[in-house]
């Protein structure tokens, strides 16, 4: 990718999806893509952008995960970019972009331990860029901690009479890294009641092919590098975030490009009925959801947390959830489906359960879903295979639905021995095995399993001998020869 420099100025050639970046109003903004897409290069085209927007000469930083890797990888790229309307001081500590009518003065270092955080805490800055923040080969002190991340948030609005800006630009993460988590947590990061302002996020993502300065062997070398490795091939070349696998998955009918609404958070629907699914105890999630024709589960949305209990959960994120515009006033009837262990009465009244706290805190009628894991998960997998009559999948998840996601892609999984045999009759319980039991329980009933006629049960118990007698008294008899 080029730039022209001219006297006191520079033009960025920038692509729709750069260029979307680089002028984005949001006060965080994430850059996503393959490697060699032009990130680094939206990302100082954002920065001079920013000063124009300010109207003043702004102070920002550059952080990444140390130092060393700003000086090899990321000065390099600025200096191609920049050329002499940069210039790097104090061991490449500190940069200054004199870029016209505003400059830009940043703060370069790397942030490889918890102390280190200190370095964000005095200046007053602008804007700050976070570089790569999701490491290559996950190791001790690689990347950038998501404690940087929320301090970055609150630095950057320092500088008076600004805007505050955070961008972060990287190739995608694995689905547990934190940078993952916020690109699909909701736009509004925060608001402040007391004034009603709101921190707003976006997300953009280059595809794989855009830059068209790239040269077909460097596309092809990164294709080399990484055709063994499925996650970093996934990250690096597709540019799409790599899924953990920790054994083998509980639910591999679950195919994200069919399923799993990537960019696109899907609106709730006025007047069609809502679906609860509830996993309870200290480990409760709610995945919330609805029953659309043609026969069709939406997933909107998932609240899970741990060391809590239900209440907790339905005070703290459920009810505060179900207020806001996205579900207001949209849906006047809702099913409530879960454990039936939550009927059980807690030891201290025999008037108290999880389930009555969801039909008191939510004015609903709470229903057992099935006891039997072989009466959930057939069907389950099931309805993952299944179309509605419209010939689409039967189950879509909204963006925004990224936590059941993660469980279904892979998180949700049986233990397994050193030769791949899965040890145990139930999946592992973790964090992603909650959201993914509270799923089950609505879809066992909302996609009953279509039991095996009675003759066809007692057909495959035969022996095979009894079984071709049964097939030989179907047969067409034949004739003897007079």
């Not at 080969?137 to 609005?157: D, F, S, T």
């Not at 997933?299 to 209440?311: E, F, L, Q």
Request: charged residues 25%.
């Amino acid at each position: 990718m080029t730039d022209r420099v001219r006297k006191n100025d520079i033009v960025f050639d920038l692509s729709p999806y750069q260029d979307a970046f680089v002028f984005s109003d949001a006060h965080v903004v994430f850059l996503v893509g393959p490697m060699g897409e032009g990130k680094t290069f939206a990302a100082i085209a954002g920065i001079i952008n920013h000063a124009n927007r300010c109207g003043c000469d702004i102070r920002g930083a550059l952080v990444r995960d140390t130092h060393t890797n700003i000086k090899i990888s990321t000065v390099p790229d600025i200096k191609s970019v920049l050329k002499d309307m940069v210039s790097f001081h104090d061991d490449y500590k500190k940069m200054i972009i004199h870029s016209r009518p505003y400059k830009v003065e940043m703060d370069l270092f790397g942030i490889d331990d918890p102390a280190a955080m200190s370095k964000l805490q005095g200046p007053q800055y602008a804007i700050i860029w976070l570089e790569e923040p999701a490491p290559i080969i996950e190791k001790a002190n690689a990347g950038l901690p998501v404690g940087v991340y929320r301090l970055a948030i609150a630095r950057a609005a320092r500088q008076a009479g600004t805007i505050l800006r955070v961008q972060i630009t990287q190739n995608p993460a694995d689905e547990e890294h934190w940078t993952t988590k916020e690109i699909y947590k909701p736009r509004v990061v925060a608001r402040d009641p007391d004034t009603g302002v709101e921190i707003i996020k976006e997300c953009f993502r280059i595809p794989r092919g855009d830059n068209k300065y790239l040269s077909p062997l460097s596309r092809a070398a990164n294709i080399a590098a990484f055709q063994d490795d499925p996650g970093m091939y996934a990250r690096y070349v597709e540019g799409r975030e790599a899924p953990v696998l920790r054994g083998k998955k509980v639910t591999p009918e679950y195919n994200p490009s069919l399923h799993f609404m990537h960019d696109v958070e899907l609106p709730v629907v006025k007047g069609a009925i809502g679906i609860r699914g509830w996993d309870s105890y200290q480990n409760p999630a709610c995945v919330i959801g609805q029953w659309v024709p043609p026969g069709r589960l939406i997933i909107h949305d998932v609240c899970y947390d741990t060391n809590i209990g239900p209440k907790e959960l339905i005070e703290q994120q459920v009810k505060p959830l179900l207020a806001t515009s996205k579900y207001r006033g949209l849906i006047h009837q809702w099913r409530d489906i879960g454990d039936p262990s939550m009927r059980t009465a807690d030891q201290s009244s025999v008037s108290s359960s999880a389930a009555r706290v969801v039909e008191d805190l939510l004015n609903t009628r709470f229903e057992p879903g099935p006891t039997f894991w072989d009466h959930r998960i057939r069907p389950l997998k099931s309805a993952l295979l299944k179309n509605a009559t419209d010939g689409k999948p039967s189950i879509l998840l909204s963006k925004t639905a990224y936590l059941l996601h993660r469980a279904l892609n892979g998180g949700w999984h049986w233990k397994t021995d050193n030769s791949n045999r899965v040890v145990g009759s139930l999946p592992v319980k973790d964090e992603h095995s909650h959201p993914a039991d509270a799923f089950s329980y609505p879809v066992a009933l909302l996609f009953p399993y279509d039991a095996l006629r009675k003759d066809i049960r007692e057909l495959r118990n035969m022996s095979q001998r009894e079984r071709m007698s049964v097939a030989m008294s179907y047969a067409p008899k034949r004739r003897r020869r007079a």
